[in-house]
Nanobody, 123 residues
Framework: QVQLVESGGGSVQTGGSLRLSCVASGYTVSNYCMAWFRQSPGKEREGVATIDIDGTTTDVASVKGRFTISRDNRENTLYLQMNNLKPEDTAIYYC?????????????????WGPGTQVTVSS
């Protein structure tokens, strides 16, 4: 049974840092595209960062230089290191498993999701 469980969210001030974790079970993270998405109230869920099976990463322009996606194959865990956080980063953050080995940007390209973890950044 595939499961994803996020942790590491919380409340920080502008400029602070958080590290999100996503523990996967029921499959091997290194065999699939993995991604972080986020959703703010009243907005659509948006992709934040992806990591392909060969380790290639991508991230959206709004987080470039501040967020880093990575995975630990031994721990079967996905991470998102978030530095220099801004109020506009406030959202629920979700990890997701891609339907294919190569990453795409659409929500529909992901078949398993975690329940999410709340990140709140105050000014």
């Amino acid at each position: 049974q595939v499961q994803l469980v996020e942790s590491g969210g919380g409340s920080v001030q502008t400029g602070g840092s958080l590290r999100l974790s996503c523990v996967a079970s029921g499959y091997t993270v290194s065999n699939y595209c993995m991604a972080w998405f986020r959703q703010s109230p009243g907005k659509e869920r948006e992709g934040v960062a992806t990591i392909d099976i060969d380790g290639t990463t991508t991230d959206v322009a709004s987080v470039k230089g501040r967020f880093t996606i990575s995975r630990d194959n031994r721990e079967n865990t996905l991470y998102l290191q978030m530095n220099n956080l801004k109020p506009e980063d406030t959202a629920i953050y979700y990890c997701a498993r891609g339907r294919n080995i190569w990453c795409h940007q659409r929500v529909i390209d992901y078949d398993y999701w975690g329940p999410g973890t709340q990140v709140t950044v105050s000014s």
